[in-house]
């Protein structure tokens, strides 16, 4: 089955990110296929790569960027949620003037019809969520 | 990159959308994003309901005034819904009762009907819990935030 995988909340905080991934990762391991995971809402701090949390702990963000690269996943952070957030790439850093940029490895930043678009695509939306 | 038009690569697929709006408007940002989704959708020329239903009841309550809280008041954007199509808005008839809300505290939000020569007609449809149920079950892609 084709499916797009929506995570509404960001690390730690919330267990929504954790249980999005282990069930993209479920889901990889089963033989579907992943159209796109969707950060929105806080879930955009998912793909900063300045979080650094104790070595004994899961690192959520490089779980997602090691999963997207090795399944070549489609992991969209949403532009105008995660500028509201201070989370950024390059060229988004550069044209709103910022001195630095956050976005992980394996994450892009696009706008939300990219959410739209995977709801049209997929067989089914699975939206993980507080 | 970002701030280009929505790209639609599926454009013979339409499915049936819900947004699913279960949080007051205020204290959290979910109403506000989630209402974001719904205008940007609107390109997409999908099938597109919302469904109001818990505090989500609480968005559509006229006269809002946020002067003190130092927010903005994005209510009147729901009464321009119509003018991106989306012209259906399914309101819990319970989660109003248990609010102490009627209809009648409800935001006015209408829609042209192009079936009905424009004629201008309510888009909230007050619905109990098991036919909300039913509608639900209807849908391709439920997106609750």
Redesign the interface.
């Known amino acids: 089955m084709k499916l797009s995988v ?1 995570v ?1 909340e960001g690390p730690y905080t919330h267990q929504a990110s954790d249980s999005a991934f282990q069930f993209t990762k479920a889901a990889l391991e089963k033989g579907h296929e992943i159209y796109r995971v969707f950060f ?2 806080d879930g955009v701090n998912n793909g900063s790569r300045l979080t650094v949390p104790p070595q004994d702990e899961r690192n959520i963000q490089q779980n997602w960027t090691e999963l997207g690269q090795s399944n070549e996943l489609d992991l969209v952070v949403c ?3 995660a500028q ?1 957030r201070g989370v950024l790439d390059e ?2 850093a550069k044209r709103h003037g910022k001195d630095a940029d956050n976005i992980a490895p394996g994450f892009r ?9 995977a ?3 997929s067989d089914r ?1 699975i ?1 993980f ?1 507080d | 990159m970002s701030m280009e038009e929505p790209e639609n690569t599926h454009p013979d697929v339409i499915k049936k959308f819900m947004y699913v709006n279960r949080r007051a408007p205020y204290g959290t940002v979910y109403a506000l994003e989630t209402l974001e989704v719904v205008l940007i959708g609107a390109a997409f020329d999908q099938d597109v309901s919302l469904a109001f239903l818990d505090d989500g009841v609480f968005q559509i309550v006229k006269g809002q005034d946020t002067t003190q809280i130092g927010m903005k008041n994005f209510s009147p954007t729901f009464r321009a819904l119509g003018d991106y199509e989306v012209s259906k808005l399914y309101v819990e008839k319970e989660s109003l009762e248990e609010r102490g809300l009627a209809p009648d505290d409800l935001l006015e939000i209408t829609y042209e009907d192009e079936d009905d020569d424009w004629a201008e007609k309510p888009s909230i449809r007050i619905v109990d819990r098991t036919e909300l149920t039913k509608i639900m079950a209807a849908q391709d892609v439920i997106l609750s935030f």
């Open positions: 929506v509404n929105y809402h532009v105008a949620a509201r060229s988004e930043i696009s706008g939300l019809g990219q959410l739209i678009d709801g049209i695509a939306v939206v969520g």
